[in-house]
């Protein structure tokens, strides 16, 4: 079973400039979860869809960063525009929620992630 | 303070050694948590839970104390392909789908 796709894996920019990722989770996974990994950190949560509704962007830098998974499957996520802060790594994660009350212990699957180095 | 504070480390230990690491939260009303595993350069990948009565997988011992607020990973008889950074996860409540992580462990055993 393929895994959680992500492209491009590696994106080098300029500062100011746009920059999108692109993540296919886990074919049959209804939730999907963006994180950022600063160099030496955990991965830290951005934003958080379940199907096509995103219920926890709270951590979303609303300003430059924007997301969006239409038809509940693929998302994409953007910067614009990009800042030198923002180099890090940025993961896609999807698991299947089939019950809130239920399901405590559902894993997340990462996917390998696409390294972002503004300049 | 952060909500998941791990010893960053680096540990080195020889092989066959046995090694643990801690980790705190400080959110009491975290409802599951976990053990994941990030080799370098590759994405985080789930080890193991960590239920309230203890569990081990293997030359893996997880605890968890709720009291304490505390999550320990043990590793008995470590292998040169344990070498990796171990991140100490909890699930908040908040929505109970948030993972929260602690900035990892980082572990190299030596020949």
């Known amino acids: 079973e393929a895994g959680v796709v992500q492209s491009p894996r590696y994106k080098i920019i300029e500062k100011k400039q746009p920059v999108a990722f692109w993540c296919n989770p886990i074919?049959?996974?209804?939730?999907l979860y963006w994180y950022r990994q600063n160099l030496g950190q955990g991965p830290e949560l951005l934003i958080r869809?379940?199907?096509?509704?995103?219920?926890?962007d709270s951590q979303l830098p609303k300003d430059r960063f924007s997301a969006e998974r239409l038809k509940g499957v693929d998302s994409t996520l953007k910067i614009q525009p990009a800042e030198l802060g923002d180099s890090a790594v940025y993961l896609c994660?999807?698991?299947?929620?089939?019950?809130?009350?239920?399901?405590?212990?559902?894993?997340?699957?990462f996917g390998p992630g696409t390294r972002l180095t503004v300049l | 303070r952060k909500e998941v504070e791990q010893d960053p480390g680096p540990f080195n230990v020889p092989e066959g050694a046995t090694v643990a690491f801690n980790c705190t939260y400080s959110?009491?009303?975290?409802?599951?948590f976990f053990w994941y595993r990030q080799d370098c350069r590759k994405e985080p990948k789930l080890l193991m839970s960590?239920?309230?009565s203890g569990n081990e997988d293997g030359r893996f011992t997880a605890q968890l104390n709720r009291a304490s607020q505390y999550i320990s990973l043990l590793i008995r008889d470590s292998k040169l392909s344990d070498s990796a950074t171990y991140l100490c996860?909890?699930?908040?409540?908040?929505?109970?789908?948030?993972?929260?992580f602690g900035q990892g462990t980082r572990l190299t055993i030596n020949p």
């Open positions: 994660a999807s698991s299947l929620v089939e019950d809130r009350v239920q399901v405590v212990y559902n894993e997340q699957f």
């Open positions: 960590v239920y309230s």
């Open positions: 074919s049959g996974h209804n939730t």
């Open positions: 869809y379940e199907n096509e509704e995103a219920v926890d």
């Open positions: 996860v909890v699930k908040t409540p908040q929505g109970a789908q948030k993972l929260v």
């Open positions: 959110n009491s009303a975290s409802q599951s």
